[in-house]
């Protein structure tokens, strides 16, 4: 007798396998979402613990604002290069089988990180976080893709959406906390328990499920090309302020990008099984929801990388306050994802993705608006508020709109796909913004050390690649050692307003994107052919 629950797919792992989501129960389904909203929420905990934890983690391991944007990005960059491949392999191979075994490698690359003793371990280890979470992310939605029928999927993504990020706003609060009591490295090992409840909901309560075909080569080059051009993109972005904007090796990894991109696009329309199928970016529903995607998560992954920042090293917040920051973003979010998923139910997704996105981008242009000295309260609140009112008005019609632009069988690489754009467009902006904010802020930074002693000013400016955690000397006088720290949250406030405004007119983008390119179709009613969409 054994203790896991038997499914049918399970005895036969080389066909075809789908759930019939109608005969499905209410537990049951319940079940299922209870497992993809947890495994999803390690993916969505870790990205905004990260934020809080780094300026701890460039003042233990002595890093640089670039190594930190590294410890993002080497974890950001994996993730979103292989989600199309952890996507198919979950179509072909099983959701189910793939979800476990990304919750399984996440887990354990976390334990790694918060073992980790120099920055440079720590990045690796990041990396592989980044590979578990490219299996686990997908699976998560193409599981509720497959236990719900089309017309019940805008409010279970509605729900997936807002209680993961009430979970989500868990990790960072506790994150915070422990980081001011213990260290950062248990904004890492905070994982592991929550890796291991989803394992055990998903081995004992949910199905397999799986597309029809035999097995089909795997799309390895792809994915190798995209990873290398993805990859030379951000060092070129991160590195080049550092190093010159025409250091051999910068231009090098700029060609580099120049070249394996095309021919990623070139092996994908070639591949008989690509991880991006070409001829989904026809389908002028899947198309937009993810042109939307990239905008509004480029504005929100840019933004949201410095915000952090300024809160603990300009405004003086611990990373305990850091963390709860943010939780009225999240909560709003989980408030009105479930009614906004709804609302595509019953009135399709054009509108709320009209108005999502602008009312975020307000919430840009109030985050702009603070200054070096701002309280929370008055300077922060407003524009954290509004942007949770802009994504929750807009998560779940967006998920919902890729999902049902396509038939079951097709699910995982179009959660892959999305979930993909997603994490690109936050790994670009995060590199590109990174650049931003060094053009900006080292010319505002060397006028005002002009007023200061010799000795000071140089002491400063040779820690400019750590942004607003530049340590003083301990020789400077009273008087020059607050004009020097005034002078570097000033430069450092002057980059973040700049980055804000972009951040608002990408989500105006998003907003016309939306206009132009998405109708008012609703989902297939509770009568149709289940089979009408593949």
Known sequence: MTLATRFPCDDAPRTACEPDARALSPARKRWVLAACILGSSLAFIDGTVVNVALPAIQRELGASVYQAQWVVESYALLLAALLLVGGALGDRLGRRRMFLLGVALFAAASLA?????????????????????????????????????EDERGRAFGTWAGFSGITSAVGPLLGGYLIDRLSWAWAFAVNLPLAALVVAITWFKVGESRQAGPAVRLDLAG???????????????????????????????????????????????????????????????????NLITLLLYAGLGGGLFFLPLNLIQVQGLSATAAGAALLPFILIMFLLSRWAGGLVDRHGARKPLIAGPLIAAAGFG????????????TGFLPGIAVLGVGMGIAVAPLTTTVMNSVGTDAAGTASGVNNAVSRVAGVLAIAVFGALMATLFEPRLRAALATLPQEVADAVWSQRDRLAAIEVPRQASGEAARQARAAVQEAFVAGHRWIMVVSAAMAVAATAVAAAWLDNRRPASAGRDPQATR
């Open 223 to 289: 994915a190798v090309l995209a990873t290398i051009g993805l990859g030379a993109l951000v060092f070129f972005f991160i590195e080049a302020p550092a190093r010159g904007w025409r250091a051999p090796e910068v231009l090098v990894a700029l060609g580099l990008a120049g070249v394996a991109l095309p021919c990623f696009l070139l092996v994908e329309r070639r591949h008989p099984a690509p991880m991006l199928p070409l001829a989904l970016l026809r389908n002028r529903p899947f198309a937009g929801a």
């Open 366 to 377: 109030l985050l702009a608006l603070s200054g070096t000295s701002s309280s929370y309260w």
């Open 113 to 149: 990180c918060a073992l980790s003793r120099t920055v440079q371990q720590l990045i690796s280890a990041r990396a592989l976080q980044g590979v578990g979470a490219a299996l686990l992310v997908p699976g998560s939605l193409a599981l509720i893709s497959a236990h719900f029928p």
